[in-house]
């Protein structure tokens, strides 16, 4: 009787003669073979070097380097990848439990590759050429992929990069504990719009970090990861809420969530705090690139310790800046608030007649200074190929306050609608050291990259005669010394004839003390102080104030015909509320590496030298009260209800192309600008223009924005130093004095004399 052995050795022996059998036999060895061959041919390097362990214990990651104000909150980033890397005791507990329920649940049995899973996805790949099969991949299989990514191969290109990474997943699980593989996971897997690592997730798409995500954001952004463009919560949030059901559904599964949340949790919609970190959107982008460019100095000095620069988009540096997010926050709405009803004004006065329409040679001059023509006329084109060219209508899209569109347009409709835009530069200091507190360089940086405190100097009008006055009582003249308001015409400067707003007939026999004719903003007067003290006094006073830029000799300076940039005025008016000393304003305080270590710290230099003395200090402070008080800003008091301790300045440049306010509080000194970039383009008219209306109203919103928030309280209660007896008693004199009749009959209306 046969033995068992013998009848398998029979049968065997029958299913061998089978060809079809022997083929499929021969065939699966040869294809054993081949994965052996293939597998021995990836692991000594054959298709590229596979990383060592001593490789892997030191993996270096690229990071977002931080951007933070003075309270550590996140303003932005600097990032070729956008990853924020974070420990694993920050991870909640849920946010893990999430993961591994939903992407890998055997993730603390296996070492690194759960193979049942790897050899149905390679059988599939191979022999049924589903591309698509998915399946097998761990988390330690993910992180391999993430850090060292995928090459192509031409032929059994999934294979030869699914064998490498489970080569790699088996090397790192012996480097790495289960929770540094997390860390090392949450890290650096790709999530939605670019994101890299939860951190990064976590603040973009809940403004929050990682540690403070509920259960219901973290199901959100592990759903994610299955693919993160299909399920992106900003994009599709139905399609994400059914991705985050489906990771509530698998931690109720494994235990990780009890079934009687299940339902509760499943009905919750899917609210965002979307935050972009892109470089043109988000909070301060003008601020953020001011700082870039201060940064790309400073490290381009400094060395890391393996003696190489830090690259600023790559090494996940800290930046700590002076800027207050909050403050900068209502700096911006109180700027978007008053410039989308400004322009409307701002157009409705031109009606038909707008100059971006109509002035043809204005048109002219900017199309030929845009890319476009440039291009066109490079490429050899005539003058009416490239109007043709720039009339071809085409979809591009447009900034409206009321929001941006899209719509059919020519290069040349384009430009006139971007020409019409008023814009703006606006900053705020803490004028005791110089430290920026809020920064807004335009109306939106999206569109008009220009930065309007940092790159412009426009014309500064009336907020220049303040250092005028400044000059004269250090010179000596008191604040009780009276001007007549009449003209004068200078005749060695033209027959040049200074008049006062809206060149209205003022009263020749009225003269204003000092206070009054500043208060006021009275250009004849401002002329003839600045005669009196004579040009080389004020332009050395300037110089003082840490203000460099070349002034015009000539009488119409105390006008404010002197083109300054915004920063350099706005520290120079600090030293009215900082002991007479000008500051220099400053937005970086100190960089750090990634573990923490001081690499830069910036201490403003403490200077005591005075620009001026502590009477003219307190003399001018008084002034400017008035100014707020029942002056040229007393709309602050009448028209926004500020109580607060303002003093300030307005300023209107010839032909309105230009409207100013300096808001000075004892801790906190702002300016404020607004005008078109075309110079060509003004205001129709003063009412309309003139810096009280135009820019006086963003001080006022911002103003009334810190009011109504007591976090701001120590700024907006603060008082101004109480002036000295002697300057009370040198302001007691009457606003006005009229001439005497002796005085009136031989007084002309209109003198001539030189300047």
Not at 87 to 101: E, G, Q, R, T
Not at 275 to 283: A, Q
Not at 444 to 456: A, E, F, G
């Amino acid at each position: 009787m046969k033995t068992y052995w013998e009848h398998f050795k029979t049968w065997s022996a029958k299913r061998w003669q089978n060809k079809w059998v022997k083929t499929a036999i021969i065939s699966l060895l040869a294809v054993f073979i081949f994965l052996i061959g293939l597998y021995i041919s990836i692991y000594f390097g054959l298709f590229g070097k596979i990383p060592t362990k001593e490789d892997l214990s030191s993996i270096k990651q690229e990071e977002a380097t931080q951007l933070l104000d003075r309270n550590e909150k996140l303003i932005g980033k600097y990032y070729i990848f956008d990853r924020q890397p974070v420990a694993f005791d920050d991870f909640p507990k849920h946010l893990i439990n999430a993961l591994v329920a939903t992407e890998d649940v055997r993730f603390y049995e296996h070492d690194g590759v759960d193979n049942m899973s790897l050899m149905r996805v390679f059988i599939k790949n191979l022999l049924m050429g589903d591309a698509s099969a998915g399946g097998g991949s761990t988390i330690t299989l993910q992180l391999a992929k993430n850090l060292y990514g995928r090459k192509d191969y031409a032929m059994f290109s999934m294979l030869i990069n699914k064998f490498k990474e489970s080569i790699i997943a088996k090397r790192i699980e012996t480097v790495y504990s289960k929770e540094e593989i997390l860390t090392l996971y949450l890290n650096t897997v790709p999530f939605s719009d670019n994101t890299y690592g939860i951190e990064s997730a976590s603040r973009k798409f809940f403004n929050k970090s990682v540690n403070e995500l509920s259960q219901l954001q973290a199901a959100t952004l592990v759903g994610t990861l299955k693919a993160n463009n299909y399920y992106n919560p900003r994009l599709h949030l139905e399609r994400s809420k059914d991705r985050r059901n489906v990771v509530l559904d698998q931690m109720v599964k494994y235990g990780y969530l009890e079934k009687d949340s299940l339902d509760v949790f499943k009905n919750s919609e899917v609210e965002l705090d979307y935050r972009s970190f892109n470089h043109d959107l988000g909070i301060a982008p003008y601020f953020r690139e001011t700082v870039k460019k201060q940064l790309a100095e400073i490290l381009d000095s400094i060395k890391n310790p393996n003696g190489e620069k830090y690259n600023l988009n790559k090494d996940g540096l800290k930046v700590y800046t002076t800027l207050d997010y909050k403050m900068q926050e209502y700096a911006e709405a109180a700027m978007e608030e008053h410039m989308a009803k400004l322009q409307v004004a701002f157009e409705n006065s031109y009606g038909k007649n707008a100059p971006w329409e109509t002035n043809s040679s204005l048109l002219k001059f900017a199309i030929k200074n845009t890319i476009q023509y440039k291009a066109l006329q490079r490429q050899g084109l005539n003058e009416k190929q490239i109007e043709d060219s720039l009339k071809v209508k085409r979809p591009v899209e447009l900034f409206d306050w009321k929001g941006d569109t899209i719509r059919n347009v020519s290069a040349i409709d384009s430009l006139k609608h971007f020409l019409k835009f008023l814009n703006t530069g606006m900053l705020s200091i803490d004028p005791n050291d110089g430290a920026v507190r809020a920064y807004i360089g335009g109306i939106d940086y999206r569109y008009y990259k220009y930065d309007h405190v940092s790159q412009s100097k426009r014309q500064v009008g009336s907020t220049f005669k303040p250092f005028v006055y400044t000059a004269a009582i250090e010179d000596g003249m008191k604040p009780c010394e009276y001007f007549s308001l009449s003209k004068v015409t200078y005749t060695n400067y033209d027959d040049w004839s200074p008049s006062n707003s809206g060149d209205k007939e003022e009263d020749p026999y009225i003269n204003y003390n000092l206070e009054k004719a500043l208060s006021n903003s009275v250009n004849t007067i401002a002329v003839k102080v600045f005669d009196k003290v004579g040009i080389p006094k004020v332009i050395d006073q300037v110089k003082k104030l840490n203000i460099s830029e070349e002034l015009p000799e000539e009488p119409s300076l105390a006008l404010g015909v002197a083109e300054i940039n915004l920063i350099d005025l706005t520290g120079a008016y600090a030293s009215y509320v900082n002991n007479s000393v000008p500051v220099e304003p400053y937005y970086i305080t100190r960089i750090e590496d990634k573990d923490g270590n001081l690499i830069y710290e910036y201490k403003p230099e403490n200077k005591i030298k005075k620009a001026y003395s502590d009477y003219t200090r307190q003399v001018m402070l008084q002034f400017m009260k008035a100014t707020v008080n029942n002056g040229t800003a007393s709309r602050l008091r009448s028209t926004y209800g500020l109580r607060n301790a303002i003093a300030g300045k307005t300023g209107t440049t010839q032909d309105n192309k230009d409207g100013w306010f300096v808001g000075i509080t004892p801790k906190l000194v702002t300016v404020t600008w607004v005008g078109n970039d075309n110079h060509s383009i003004g205001f129709k008219t003063t009412a309309l223009g003139q810096g009280a209306n135009s820019a006086l109203p963003i001080f006022a919103n911002f103003y009334k924005k810190l009011n109504s928030d007591i976090e701001f309280k120590t700024i907006t209660n603060a008082q101004f130093e109480n002036p000295s007896r002697e300057v009370i008693n040198d302001l007691d004199c009457e606003p006005e004095k009229r001439d005497g009749l002796f005085k009136r009959i031989f007084k002309r209306k209109n003198k001539k004399k030189k300047f």
